[in-house]
C-alpha cells in the first residue's frame, strides 16, 4: 500500500530545493556605470576560475596564512563537508578579500547571510551563487552569460570588487557600501547581519610575529560597529 507520507516524498524532493533557494538573500545591486579600474578587474575575473595559489613575502606570512586556513577549515566544516572543496573556497575567499583590500571575515560574513554558503544559491530577484551578484553585471563586464556568476572564483571577484566599489563611493562608509551592496541603503537591517554574522569569522592569530625593537605591536583588526538598529 502507498501511504499519503510516500506519496509525498517524491514531490517533497522537488519542491524543497525551490523553497530553500528563496531564502537567498536578495542581492539588490543597481545597474550604474563603471570606473574603467573596476570593469577591467571584473572583466579580467571571466578568463578563468581556478582558484589562485597564494604567494607570499615571507615564510611568517605563509605560516599565519596557514594557520587562518586551519581554524576556518574547522568552522566550515559543517557547511563544507569536502576538504578539497572547503580548501579551494577558503583560498579563494582569502585571495579575492586581500585582492580587494577587505577583511576575509566581512566576506565569510556576508557570503553567510547572503547565501549561506551554497554555490547555486538563487535569490528571489535573481541574485546568483555564494556573494548573491545580480546578473547585470555579467551583461556590463563580461560575455552575457550570467551562468558564469555560479562558478567560484568569477562569482567572488565580482563580489569582492563590487563591494569594493561601494566603499569607495560612500568614502569608507561600510555600513553604507554594505546596504548599496544588497540594495537596501541607509537601513540598518542587512548591514547589522553581516557585521554579526562576520564575527563568526574573525581570526586573533595566537601566534604573533616577533615585534622589532622601537616598533610597538600590531593590534588585531576589527570590524566596525554595527550601525544604529
Not at 517533497?12 to 556605470?33: C, D, N, R, T, W
Not at 581554524?71 to 582569502?94: G, H, I, N, Y
Not at 578579500?97 to 556576508?110: F, M
Amino acid at each position: 500500500m502507498i501511504t499519503r507520507r510516500k506519496w509525498l516524498q517524491p514531490a517533497l524532493a522537488l519542491v524543497l530545493p525551490l523553497s530553500i533557494s528563496k531564502h537567498a538573500a536578495a542581492g539588490g545591486q543597481l545597474e550604474e556605470p563603471l570606473a574603467d579600474a573596476v570593469r577591467n578587474a571584473l572583466r579580467a575575473a571571466i578568463a578563468g576560475d581556478a582558484p589562485p595559489e597564494p604567494v607570499f613575502a615571507s615564510t611568517e606570512d605563509r605560516l599565519r596564512y596557514l594557520r587562518w586556513l586551519g581554524a576556518m577549515s574547522q568552522r566550515l566544516a559543517r557547511r563544507k563537508v569536502d576538504w578539497q572543496e572547503r580548501k579551494e573556497f577558503l583560498q579563494t575567499v582569502w585571495y579575492e578579500s586581500r585582492r580587494a583590500g577587505l577583511d576575509p571575515g566581512l566576506v565569510l560574513g556576508l557570503i553567510q547571510v547572503e547565501s549561506a554558503f551554497r554555490k547555486f544559491a538563487v535569490s528571489s530577484v535573481g541574485a546568483r551563487g555564494y556573494m548573491q551578484v545580480m546578473p547585470f553585471w555579467s551583461r556590463l563586464i563580461g560575455d552575457g552569460d550570467p551562468a558564469r556568476l555560479f562558478q567560484l572564483r568569477p562569482n567572488l571577484r565580482f563580489g569582492c570588487v563590487i563591494l569594493r566599489h561601494y566603499i569607495d563611493r560612500e568614502r569608507g562608509d561600510l555600513f553604507l557600501a554594505l546596504g548599496r551592496y544588497n540594495g537596501s541603503r541607509g537601513k540598518p537591517q542587512y548591514p547589522n547581519a553581516v557585521f554579526a554574522a562576520a564575527r563568526n569569522w574573525e581570526f586573533v592569530d595566537a601566534v604573533q610575529p616577533p615585534v622589532q625593537p622601537g616598533q610597538p605591536p600590531t593590534p588585531p583588526a576589527a570590524l566596525p560597529p554595527a550601525g544604529p538598529t
